[in-house]
């Protein structure tokens, strides 16, 4: 069998469930994350997922970026990420 993917060896063949269940896909500002969930309601950046090149200029969204979560007005509290 061949996979290809752009998500990282770790992720797709975690031999523990507990590391995968700490990432999840978010998006900001239009763009695709994955992110690792840490203490409080903060999220390091894993990974952009985005296709578009110019999405990798922005220095607010490289991997190790640790971001507040926070809800929006229209969503629903439980599905902040």
Same mark, same amino acid.
């Given at each position: $069998?061949? =996979?290809?993917?752009? $998500? ?25 994350? $994955? ?21 990798? =200029? ?10 507040? $979560? ?10 902040? =990420?």
């Amino acid at each position: $069998m061949i =996979l290809y993917t752009s $998500m990282p060896h770790e992720v797709v063949f975690s031999a523990v469930q507990s590391d995968f269940e700490k990432h999840s896909m978010i998006e900001m500002n239009g763009i695709p994350l $994955m992110v690792e969930q840490l203490e409080n309601q903060d999220c390091r950046i894993v990974r952009m997922m985005s296709t578009d090149p110019a999405h990798y =200029l922005d220095a607010n969204l490289q991997p190790g970026t640790v971001l507040k $979560m926070t809800v929006a007005p229209d969503q629903n509290p439980s599905s902040s =990420l």
